[in-house]
């Protein structure tokens, strides 16, 4: 009896440590993803309740040429940086995971534009892309080469705003790279090296191994971020030219929050979510397959 009533009060002691937790996941999480589905299901706007439409909002969206030209776009934004930012954060971590000052002053470095609002990073690239007086303008004429408007060239628009968000988001990616062959032991390296093997055999057979389940967080951490990519695309070309570079975020707020049709935004959000949750989920599958066959 004694044994079962301190087991509940362990119980409930746990539960109180946490309930503030469960209690925020709750209001700041649960409740607006449903009610998030519940106005995708109504004819909304910010001034006044209201009136359900069933699924005429999901309908009036994928009959949207913009949207669908939206969805192209972000998923070919997607396919543009998370490769590179995985690569090459793996590139930096692997030239950078040294005991040496210089070592430590480059993690610093590149790990810098991390930390940088989105407002700071639009500028310094417009001012590297910028027509006649731009950084990559003077390049050009010095080869003597015609310049190029990348901003306004609707097959260039979108690699424009990805090489500024490589630049500004490869810190994190290098930082959990370094952290994870930080944890690798020493001592599998030099039975490697008492082998005989090179430094690609050790690469493809230690390095990459050890580390896959951090490649795979990576790849998902990226994705989540890269497919709510906003803030460039807005700052640096405001989807333009013709919507060449409109992602599906900056699609919502135009909606929700520019023809203040919030239903409709709405919608385009939880379309949004199942289009990362099952990128996320094709991710998590396929490397857990691969896995499963080695």
Not at 20 to 32: A, T
Not at 196 to 207: F, S, V
């Amino acid at each position: 009896m004694n044994q079962a009533m301190h087991m509940n009060e362990s119980r409930l002691r746990n539960g109180l440590f946490v309930a503030p937790f469960v209690f925020v996941f709750v209001c700041l999480l649960v409740i607006p993803l449903f009610w998030g589905f519940w106005l995708g299901l109504t004819k909304a706007d910010l001034f006044g309740p209201g009136k359900f439409v069933g699924i005429a909002n999901y309908t009036r969206l994928f009959n949207d040429k913009i949207f669908r030209g939206a969805v192209l776009n972000t998923l070919y934004f997607v396919v543009l940086t998370v490769p590179v930012l995985a690569v090459f954060g793996l590139a930096l971590a692997l030239a950078l995971n040294r005991k040496t000052r210089f070592a430590s002053v480059m993690r610093a470095v590149f790990f810098a534009s991390s930390v940088l609002s989105v407002t700071v990073v639009t500028l310094i690239w417009r001012i590297v892309f910028i027509p006649d007086i731009g950084l990559l303008s003077n390049i050009f004429g010095w080869f003597g080469l015609p310049q190029v408007t990348f901003l306004s060239n609707a097959r260039l628009a979108l690699p424009a705003v990805a090489i500024a968000t490589v630049w500004w988001g490869v810190g994190l990616p290098m930082m959990l790279f370094l952290a994870a062959l930080q944890q690798v032991p020493g001592e599998i390296y030099e039975a490697a090296a008492l082998d005989n093997a090179g430094r690609w055999k050790t690469l493809w057979r230690i390095t990459l191994p050890s580390i896959r389940r951090t490649f795979l967080l990576v790849l998902i951490i990226q994705s989540v971020l890269q497919f709510q990519v906003f803030g460039q695309a807005q700052l640096m070309t405001q989807g333009g030219p013709n919507n060449a570079s409109r992602p599906i975020v900056l699609y919502i707020y135009d909606v929700a929050f520019t023809r203040f049709d919030v239903g409709m935004g709405a919608a385009t959000s939880q379309v949004l979510f199942a289009i990362i949750l099952m990128a996320g989920m094709l991710q998590y599958f396929l490397s857990n397959r691969r896995g499963e066959n080695r």
